[in-house]
């Protein structure tokens, strides 16, 4: 029943996100399956606290995982960082290919600096997060995240290779420091009997993260491609397929002969990328101030520890 419960759930909230990028956020067609999906999830959180409250109960998810703060918040600030990184990594392959015209196999090279700044910030990130401790080290992670992601705002279609790699640079590089800090506190202080849930529950939520993340950004990105498309001259049918995608408007640009509806196709798709980005920002400067105020400090998760232990 849980599987089948969070499953559907998911993908009701799923298939509604993704149709909100054409369809429109306040529209039946999307807020009817985010609400079913939000419901059937709160319906399958109510049933697994029911099966956790049993004596001989076997939950998808042990509820009683959650009265840990550091658990809690390792888990959610996982999440907020797979939102944030992830959903922004969906949109710059599109990015390359259709604004700066590289090929698949170029477009993923492009992406190295963020697989550099990851490996760079998750190498000292336990040394750091013993010394300064794990609210200041998740907290300090997801800053150089908004710093990255606030450069990348800025994106134009003529921006330097240079510029690009620098920003994805710091944004992996604060995900480096964040996500292995904040999943290493969601899992440390649980027991061994409980080591196995609270991994897989960890292992979900960061599966979960990037598929959000790309539906969610790539909603972003799609409304406002749309909205700031000029199609003035094009025939309808032409017209309603540049929409669409930038792909398809950028092939309509050349088999047309105009370059000002490629142009434009170029600058609604950067435009929506920077909208995205903005979005990610904004998740990472919350996730900064969540872990500021919710992870508990060095002596309190001290205290928590041996109480638990007692």
């Known amino acids: 029943m849980g ?8 993908v009701g909230l799923m298939y509604g996100v993704i149709r909100a990028g054409t369809a429109g956020w306040a529209t039946a067609a999307v807020l009817g399956p985010i609400g079913a999906g939000v419901s059937v999830l709160a319906l399958f959180a109510a049933w697994e606290a029911r099966l956790s409250r049993r004596r001989h109960g076997t939950p998808l998810v042990d509820v009683a995982l959650f009265s840990s703060s550091r658990f809690t918040w390792g888990v959610l600030l996982t999440a907020f960082g797979a939102l944030s990184l992830f959903g922004v990594m969906f949109t710059l392959p599109q990015y390359f290919e259709a604004v700066r015209a590289l090929t698949a196999e170029g477009a993923g090279m492009r992406l190295l600096p963020v697989i550099g700044g990851l490996v760079v910030g998750a190498v000292p990130a336990d040394r750091l997060a013993s010394r300064a401790g794990t609210k200041i080290t998740v907290a300090v992670g997801f800053a150089v995240i908004a710093v990255g992601l606030g450069l990348g705002t800025s994106m134009t279609v003529h921006s330097a290779g240079a510029f690009t790699d620098m920003w ?18 969601a899992v440390v202080e649980l027991s061994p009997a409980s080591s196995g849930v609270g991994s897989a529950l ?32 094009v025939p309808a049918a032409l017209a309603s397929a540049a929409r669409s995608s ?3 408007a ?25 909208s995205a980005t903005l979005l990610a920002l ?25 109480s638990g232990s007692a």
């Open 250 to 274: 950028l092939a309509v640009a050349q088999g047309q002969g105009s370059s000002p509806l490629a142009a434009s196709a170029r600058a609604a798709f950067v435009h929506g990328v920077n």
């Open 168 to 185: 994805t640079f710091l944004t992996g590089l604060g995900a480096g420091l964040a996500f292995a800090t904040a999943a290493s506190a």
């Open 282 to 306: 904004a998740l990472a400067a919350a996730a900064v101030v969540l872990a500021l105020v919710f992870l508990p400090t060095r002596r309190a998760a001290a205290q928590a520890s041996r």
């Open 246 to 248: 930038v792909f398809v």
């Open 202 to 233: 960890l292992q979900a939520v960061t599966k979960l993260g990037p598929a959000f993340g790309a539906a969610v950004l790539g909603s972003v990105l799609n409304a406002s491609y749309r909205s700031t498309l000029h199609v003035a001259g």
């Open 3 to 10: 599987l089948l419960l969070s499953s559907a759930g998911l």
